[in-house]
């Protein structure tokens, strides 16, 4: 039996795409906002990250937290 087939949420933050435009590494990141590598790590394969991480996110990367859920303008 197959499952259902992954789709992309819909509200997709773009946090990867964000953290290598600002050319931040992974622990950078997670010591700006005081979370493990690991979780970094999820964050950059498509975890959304928690509500309350949002925040910190978008001032390390120097965007609104609207901004997050589109990619970086170049």
């Not at 509200?11 to 970094?40: D, M, P, S, Y």
């Not at 498509?46 to 990619?71: N, S």
Request: charged share 25%; glycine share 6%.
């Amino acid at each position: 039996m197959a499952g259902k087939p992954r789709t992309e949420p819909k509200h997709k933050i773009h946090f990867r795409e964000w953290r290598l435009a600002r050319g931040l590494t992974q622990r950078a990141v997670a010591v700006w906002v005081g979370v493990g590598e690991n979780t970094v790590s999820y964050w950059d394969n498509g975890r959304p990250p928690q509500v309350h991480y949002l925040p910190d996110i978008a001032e390390l990367f120097e965007c609104t937290i609207d901004q997050l859920f589109h990619p970086p303008s170049a």
